[in-house]
Nanobody
Framework: VQLQASGGGLVQAGGSLRLSCTAS?????????MAWFRQAPGKEREFVAASSWTGSTYADSVRGRFTISKDNTKNTLYLQMNSLKPEDTAVYYCAARNGRIIHSHRSRAESFEYWGQGTLVTVSS
């Protein structure tokens, strides 16, 4: 199984980007939870958003600005990022797992089995 993330780049504060994560080697359905995490320079990896059969979950820092979505027909996960801030600068990773996980565990990196290579998002002030 491979996850290929793309869509990162340099954007000014207040701008938008859409990240994509395309899976190959396995079809991820609505029964499989997927998520985005990010890691800023010198910081630990942190949860951004998750998509599951019950809906979406967001970190407080991105709620209202980011939207996670999934196109099962394209086996692709998206992250629409609006009103970007310099503190959103990070390498963004997509993640997936076989099956579902309870809500409280969706923000944990160890809950996910498959990881993409990351795509860099840089927000300038």
């Amino acid at each position: 199984v491979q996850l290929q993330a793309s869509g990162g780049g340099l954007v000014q504060a207040g701008g938008s980007l859409r990240l994509s994560c395309t899976a190959s080697g396995r079809t991820f359905t609505s029964r499989d939870d997927m998520a985005w995490f990010r890691q800023a320079p010198g910081k630990e990896r942190e949860f951004v958003a998750a998509s599951s059969w019950t809906g979406s979950t967001y970190a407080d820092s991105v709620r209202g600005r980011f939207t996670i979505s999934k196109d099962n027909t394209k086996n692709t996960l998206y992250l629409q990022m609006n009103s970007l801030k310099p503190e959103d600068t990070a390498v963004y990773y997509c993640a997936a797992r076989n099956g579902r996980i309870i809500h409280s565990h969706r923000s944990r990196a160890e809950s996910f089995e498959y990881w993409g290579q990351g795509t860099l998002v840089t927000v300038s002030s």
